[in-house]
């Protein structure tokens, strides 16, 4: 009964049932999570979306929204045992609106990342989210997790980006918030109770986003050098010359650098041999600003070379070493990862313990720690033995992850910096979280989501 009114709601082209299409919605992108559903539905409008939920809700039958499916934590997977509908964004495709004048465009919630940051650049504006994922993750799906990528530093996460949402809320009723406005007193900002919510509070079917001038004298380089501490200091110089000019700021291992070259065709080493640390780093202004502080820094003996990108192409070759990384870890075998993240000035200290702890309890897994430094966030990743013995390094999982999270709970860290809950660290929260702000969570839970019907059993 629910499933022909859900059809009859989304009409024809709007459903499946086609197991070779389900395949692909109900598998995480790194194949941790596999789930099942008796429909998929693709409404093409927010009324869709509100007669989806109010049908669904009617039924008493729990649904799940799906952005681009590249979340890493579970979060848009349905439960392998349940019934819940599995509800995919991609269809509300839309770009409602760019204004140049206002700084602002309005797009609804399954317009996929990269798409919007050609628009914007169409209009000669700038939208500054970026991440690997940028060619299939959607903007509904950005602001459900609060996804950070590398221009955090300087343009902060996707909340920062957002000014406001069109939501479907649990019983179905639309709330529009679309406003475009930069102040905005008027009573609790409700729009930021949607993001970072990983589709357990309403449904995002539209957000008004913040738009930029196009960045001029981008400048792009990567630098090598022997001790991780220098990373944090080189940053501050960096921003003593540059300003607030620095926007990227990409912390990257040896062994990270090794994997991608061994795995990845195409990829090359910017310099003659490996070094032990490297940072990928984008700033604009002066390029004589940036020559002269890396010049300073070889002549100080604090790095060992530095290569500024000459051409687009020098500079895309750059990022591709430092977006293939989790794809080149895959070839090592099995890793566990670790989204954190730790007052930025903490950043060398926090590594030099965590690595010391795990070399000292287990030294033969291979530490990947690689990430954005300039935020304090590090993908604290542990490769499995290169002996592999998969079932020991399994065995010692646990062990390893809590010497990671106890360690990022000892500098005041997080355990997850940009990835989100979702499944995969539901238990963490909890253990990590304090009782009063599980309890305001779950208080906000309740009364958004009463019949706990949307994306239940994640989160909290
Ligand atoms: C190669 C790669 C690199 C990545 N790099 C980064 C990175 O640098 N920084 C980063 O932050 N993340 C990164 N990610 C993770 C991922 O891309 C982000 O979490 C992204 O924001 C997820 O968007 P999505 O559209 O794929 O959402 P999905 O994976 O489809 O969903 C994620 C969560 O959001 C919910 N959701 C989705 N759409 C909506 C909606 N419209 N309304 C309500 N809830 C919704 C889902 O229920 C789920 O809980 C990376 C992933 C990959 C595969």
Known sequence: MLLDTLKSIVGPKGWSTDPDLLKLHLREWRDQYLGSTPLLVFPSSTEQVSEVVKACRAAGNALVVQGGNTGLCGGAIPR?????????MSRMNRIRSVSASDFSM????????????????DAGR??????????????????????????????????DQVLGLEVVLADGTIWNGLRTLRKDTAGYDLKHLFVGSEGTLG???????????????????????????????????????????????????????????????GCRSPFAELHRWYVLLEASGSLEGLESTLMNCLDAGQISDAVIAKSDQERSDLWRIRHSISEAQKFEGRSLKHDVSVPIGSIAEFLER??????????????VAFGHVGDGNLHFNISEPKKRDQASFLAVADSLTSIVYDSVASFGGSISAEHGIGLFKKEMLAKYRSPIELQLMRTVKQALDPENLLNPGKVI
């Open 80 to 88: 392998v045992d349940g019934d819940e509908i599995l509800l995919s």
């Open 126 to 159: 700038y939208f500054p989210l970026s991440l690997a994922a940028e060619g299939s993750c959607q903007i509904g799906g950005n602001l459900s997790t609060n996804a950070g990528g590398i221009n955090v530093l300087k343009f902060g996460t996707a909340r």
């Open 106 to 121: 309005v797009a609804e919630a399954g317009c996929i990342l990269e798409t919007l940051q050609r628009t914007a650049a």
């Open 203 to 265: 449904v995002i079917t539209a957000a008004a986003l913040k738009l930029y001038p196009p960045i001029r004298n981008l400048h792009t380089a990567i630098v090598a050098f022997d001790d991780a501490s220098f990373a944090v200091e080189l940053l501050a110089s960096l921003r003593d010359t540059q300003g607030d000019q620095v926007y990227a700021f990409e912390l990257i291992p040896e062994i990270a650098m090794r994997f991608v070259l061994q795995h990845i065709p």
């Open 354 to 367: 965590t690595v010391a702890t795990i070399e000292s309890e287990f030294p033969e897994v291979r530490i």
